[in-house]
């Protein structure tokens, strides 16, 4: 999917980012050619459902696709999901700061099924907009057209940095483990998962740090972050 920093397309149209290098780097060290594509996150689901897409780094929370896919074992991050409000106003104590309020979700999210059927709960009547944009939900909040967003930590803190605004106060509301999603449409699913745990077992052994995060992190002090050879 698109991330800012992570993974999103250059100028000529390429994926780049520091996820879509891990990935790469992982797929060359087990022994796969690969073509990395940045798309809508529907077509992301839709492709690991009939195999169009044999991998995904991600978190699998969409009703259905379990039975369709499987989950590699090592961690790739904790990947954060918050709930945003604005500055100025206090500290919300949960649940009942919800109840019948406005909260703003990213269109075709699925964020975490446990969380979600929680903020769905009948007793908090809440009522719930949606942005096909990470940008539109940011602004939607800003504008006072939502008392609250639910966002991953990745998509707002570089967007909210871009637009020169400080860090939007927050409460971490799930942490959820990021691995790879293998279809099992694909036909060597079970092959790719022992591959890629196998890689990655590897370079954590030769020190290479596998923690996407703390790799944008290594990034932004200037380290370099070498690549296996072909």
């Known amino acids: 999917m698109r991330f800012p920093e992570y993974s999103y397309q250059n100028e000529q149209g390429q994926a780049v980012g520091v996820m879509v290098d891990l990935t790469r780097l992982l797929l060359e060290r087990a022994g796969y050619r690969s073509d990395i594509r940045i798309l809508p996150s529907a077509r992301i689901w839709r492709g690991l459902e009939d195999g169009e897409v044999h991998l995904w780094p991600g978190i699998v929370n969409k009703p259905g696709l379990d039975d369709l896919t499987l989950l590699t074992e090592r961690d790739l991050t904790q990947v954060a999901i918050n709930l945003y409000y604005l500055p100025g106003q206090p500290k919300p104590i949960l649940p009942e700061v919800l109840v019948g309020k406005r909260l703003i979700l990213i269109t075709n999210y699925t964020y975490v099924k446990s969380l979600l059927e929680r903020l769905q709960d009948p007793a908090l009547a809440m009522s719930f907009d949606s942005s096909m944009s990470h940008v539109g939900a940011l602004e939607m909040l800003l504008r006072g057209r939502g008392d609250f967003l639910l966002n991953y930590r990745a998509q707002v803190d570089p967007l909210v940095a871009s637009m020169g ?29 022992t591959d890629l745990d196998r890689a990655y077992d590897e370079l954590a052994a030769e020190g290479v740090e596998l923690d996407v995060q703390k790799r944008l992190q290594l990034l932004h002090e200037g380290a370099t972050l070498e690549k296996e050879p072909e």
Do not use: T
């Not at 400080?166 to 942490?175: G, T």
């Open 165 to 193: 605004l400080e860090p939007l106060p927050h409460i971490e509301l799930a942490e959820h483990p990021m691995r790879y999603v293998l279809s099992r449409q694909s036909g060597f699913a079970e092959q790719l998962k």
